[in-house]
T-cell receptor, first 114, second 113 residues
């Protein structure tokens, strides 16, 4: 079975500081990996996804993530946080075969301090 | 532009009522999903459908059923609402292609009193 673990339910950074949100996955087959963002009272919006092409994936709003098979990780980073980045972030995994639904992590709420 | 529309943003229902949550997508997607979102638990899959009249149970199907009579519409049904079904419900859709993006609606907040 596939699963996702997000380390840290809450992360707080200062405006302009590095953002690092951690995600580790478990999958018996090569996975597809996703990061979604949810702003207050809204649905989820795709930030970026890994589909077995380049291991460093660039997404919207300056975010990027690196797929590391040896560490089973897919951490999300942004060099410089902006106040508008405050939101909840979800990592998700899907298998290449079988069900095409995503399995989500429990989410990390990012706070950005002025 | 991609659009997944959930008919009700906020609902308050009484225990024991039958509740319908409706979702429509305008992208001709084969797959549609219903997730439930609770604090600290992330999103959990209730049901999904990969074709008209086809459905498959997700991780937490108990107390729910679904209906997909048309490709663009996927309904979630709570046969007899209970207070532990108070939650945010998210509908989503995608093409039936490996690794394809799943698009979400804005969510329906359901409170069962």
């Amino acid at each position: 079975a596939q699963s996702v673990t997000q380390l840290g339910s809450h992360v707080s950074v200062s405006e302009g500081a590095l953002v690092l949100l951690r995600c580790n996955y478990s999958s018996s087959v090569p996975p597809y990996l996703f990061w979604y963002v949810q702003y207050p009272n809204q649905g989820l919006q795709l930030l970026l996804k890994y589909t077995s092409a380049a291991t460093l994936v660039k997404g919207i709003n300056g975010f990027e993530a690196e797929f590391k098979k040896s560490e089973t990780s897919f951490h999300l980073t942004k060099p410089s946080a902006h106040m508008s980045d405050a939101a909840e972030y979800f990592c998700a995994v899907s298998k290449d075969t079988g069900r095409r639904a995503l399995t989500f992590g429990s989410g990390t709420r990012l706070q950005v301090q002025p | 532009d991609v659009k997944v529309t959930q008919s009700s943003r906020y609902l308050v229902k009484r225990t024991g009522e039958k509740v319908f949550l409706e979702c429509v997508q305008d992208m001709d997607h084969e797959n549609m999903f219903w997730y439930r979102q609770d604090p600290g638990l992330g999103l959990r899959l209730i049901y999904f459908s990969y074709d008209v009249k086809m459905k498959e149970k997700g991780d937490i199907p108990e107390g729910y059923s679904v209906s997909r009579e048309k490709k663009e519409r996927f309904s979630l049904i709570l046969e007899s609402a209970s207070t532990n079904q108070t939650s945010m419900y998210l509908c989503a859709s995608s093409r039936s292609v490996s690794g394809n993006t799943i698009y979400f609606g804005e969510g329906s907040w359901l409170t069962v009193v």
